[in-house]
Structure formats: structure tokens, C-alpha cells
């Protein structure tokens, strides 16, 4: 009776689960152009995307996702926007900053094996 009862609950719960994700859309690609009222972002395919930014975006970058950080042109973005009147407005963008916040360490030089050892 119990596992009937449970999976009633979880039948009636899969819907609600499944419009909960919205009409939001996704766009992957490069910025090509931000500036405080819009992002433009380059895609993989090829195609420019504009999406309007406002005061409730948020912006994460990769690493440091409680920074105030904006992204700038030739970073890396996944916008989540939700399209109004044929324009997206994004809700949230996750950006990977193309400036490395330390330089990699040099290359140790190589080493020659010591006269009497075999090569490898």
C-alpha cells in the first residue's frame, strides 16, 4: 500500500518537475560586444546573438562566482535568457575570463643522463 501511495506522489510530481525549467533558452559562444544595456555573443556556428542585460542579471565567473566581475570581449559565456517580444533578456551569465590570474610556471630544462648511464 505504502509503495503505491509513493508512487502516486511521484507520478503527480513529474509534471510540476517538468515545466519547471520554463521557457528559458541557452546561448553558448564568445562575446563579441558588451557594453551596460546588451551582450552580443558569437556561436559556435557562427551566428551573432544579441541579449539584453538589465539590473537583475547576474553574472558568475568561473572560479570566482561571488566577484563582481564583468565579462569582457574574447571571454568564454553560457547566458540563460528567457525571450519577451522577440528579444532575449538574460537572467543569469556564466563567464570563463580569458586573462590568467597567474602565469604558468616555465618548463624545466631538459636534463642529459650522466656519462655511464644508458639513454632511455
Known amino acids: 500500500m505504502f509503495h503505491s501511495f509513493v508512487l502516486a506522489v511521484l507520478c ?6 517538468a515545466l519547471a525549467h520554463g521557457t528559458g533558452q541557452h546561448v553558448l559562444g564568445t562575446v563579441v560586444a558588451i557594453d551596460s544595456k546588451h551582450l552580443e555573443v558569437k ?11 538589465n539590473k537583475q542579471t547576474r553574472f558568475k565567473e568561473k572560479g570566482n562566482p561571488k566577484g563582481a566581475n564583468l ?3 574574447g571571454d568564454r559565456v553560457v547566458v540563460e535568457a528567457i525571450k519577451d517580444d522577440k528579444a532575449l533578456t538574460a537572467t543569469e551569465v556564466h563567464f570563463s575570463s580569458l586573462k590568467k590570474t597567474a602565469q604558468e610556471p616555465a618548463p624545466l ?3 642529459t643522463p650522466a656519462a655511464g648511464t644508458p639513454a632511455p
Open 12 to 17: 503527480m510530481m513529474l509534471p510540476t518537475a
Open 43 to 53: 556561436t559556435q556556428k557562427g551566428t551573432t546573438v544579441e541579449v539584453l542585460i
Open 71 to 73: 565579462p569582457s570581449v
Open 109 to 111: 630544462p631538459q636534463q
